[in-house]
């Protein structure tokens, strides 16, 4: 049975939408006669395996959450190219249950020279305000299991970090809040 014998059902896996729902940690294999077709962007670089996929169509794009730093507090959320890795990793995505294919909707010139390599790390452009408020509340929580620790100010937990945020990334964050 060919595509033309399948039906085909839309499975959203944009991550943290709330209009999609969470990912499925372990997607269900699909039932025979239905071809899946995933929508997916920063979901398809995790490891999640697709049981049955065997096309991944990659737009090449990516959404990221900043802060406008010229308007203390505001955030939004940025539309911009994918990574190189992004995208192999998204690649990734097929082919591992099944024989698969990645089709990217950019030209293989545009893709090696416009992107970047790499994604810089999500520390250096994701707001803190929100970080600062669950190292808090971790801190209360850690206090409570290991008292002998004491409180650890949440910017010292976030000094703690492999990739720490700038000093003053994290005074403007604690001047927001």
Request: charge should be positive.
């Amino acid at each position: 049975a060919g595509l033309s014998a399948c039906r085909f059902e839309v499975v959203a896996l944009e991550e943290g939408d709330p209009l999609f729902g969470p990912v499925p940690q372990t997607p269900q294999r699909p039932p025979a006669g239905v071809c899946r077709v995933y929508l997916a962007a920063g979901a398809a670089e995790a490891s999640l395996t697709l049981p049955r996929c065997r096309v991944v169509i990659d737009f090449c794009l990516r959404r990221a959450k900043v802060q406008d730093r010229s308007r203390r507090g505001c955030n939004f959320a940025l539309t911009h190219w994918a990574s190189q890795a992004a995208a192999e990793q998204r690649a990734g995505r097929c082919g591992r249950t099944l024989p698969g294919v990645c089709v990217r909707l950019v030209s293989r010139g545009f893709h090696a020279a416009i992107p970047p390599a790499y994604d810089s790390p999500d520390i250096e452009q994701a707001p803190l305000e929100t970080m600062l408020l669950r190292l808090k509340h971790l801190s209360q929580r850690l206090h409570d299991t290991v008292p002998r620790l004491g409180l650890l100010p949440p910017r010292k937990l976030a000094q703690l970090a492999v990739q720490p945020p700038s000093s003053d990334r994290l005074e403007e964050a604690v001047a927001v809040l």
